[in-house]
């Protein structure tokens, strides 16, 4: 059983595209995150989703967008894509935000690469 | 950002003890040490955490000072499998923000 999945693993696409990224989680958790870890291999938080409410959005371009159908999901959309965007993305997951003492589960990543 | 320092990278033979360290010297008093792993091509993997006294699961130990500013990874018994990047973060119960440093890359030898 897979925690926490995503697709795809790889995406290769050009500069200028949309692309999406989905996340899910059957652990029953109320809160996901989407991760972007960069070449030097430093793995900053994007955004978290609690119940569907955006809570964290650290100063990414707005060209990203997370979406919530529900809490199992978090789907990550990126408009215009470009050269710098290229990096691991990984997906993850909690029970709660309130208590930073959480356990996040993270998925396996999805590796972009933008020529 | 990180802040955290750990060594770039380190040894371990096989059967013995990895010990690994993380500098938190700004650590704040509501901040907790977290420990993940990062095996290659996977996400990030939860070890384990603590606030000031040392924990033990069936992954490893957490050694931290008494000051607080620095704690020690402990796996017991290391195997090949446990090559990975080790990445110590401190996470602040107010602020939601976590950050991975570089981490130690740890390679277990046969």
């Known amino acids: 059983d897979t925690a926490v999945s995503q697709t795809p693993k790889y995406l290769v696409t050009q500069m200028g595209n949309d692309k999406s990224i989905k996340c899910e989680q059957n652990?029953?958790?109320?809160?996901m995150y989407w991760y972007k870890q960069d070449s030097k291999k430093f793995l900053k938080i994007m955004f978290s989703y609690n119940n569907k409410e955006l809570i964290i959005n650290e100063t990414v371009p707005n060209r990203f967008s997370p979406k919530s159908p529900d809490k199992a999901h978090l789907n990550l959309h990126i408009n215009s894509l470009e050269l710098g965007d290229s990096a691991v993305y990984f997906c993850a997951s909690s029970q709660e935000l309130t208590t930073r003492t959480d356990t996040q589960y993270f998925g396996p990543g999805t590796r972009l690469t933008v020529l | 950002d990180a802040k955290t320092t750990q060594p770039p990278s380190m040894d371990c033979a096989e059967g013995r003890a990895a010990n690994l360290p993380c500098n938190h010297s700004t650590i704040s008093g509501n901040e907790y040490v977290y420990w993940y792993r990062q095996i290659h091509s996977q996400g990030p993997q939860y070890i384990i955490h603590?606030?000031?006294n040392n924990e033990t699961n069936e992954m490893a130990s957490l050694i931290i000072t008494e000051d607080r500013k620095s704690s020690t990874l402990i796996l017991p018994h290391a195997t090949l499998r446990d090559t990975a990047v080790y990445y110590c973060?401190?996470?602040?119960?107010?602020?939601?923000?976590?950050?991975f440093g570089t981490g130690t890359r740890l390679q277990v030898f046969p």
């Open positions: 652990l029953g958790h109320d809160t």
């Open positions: 973060i401190v996470i602040s119960y107010n602020t939601d923000k976590l950050i």
């Open positions: 603590g606030l000031k």
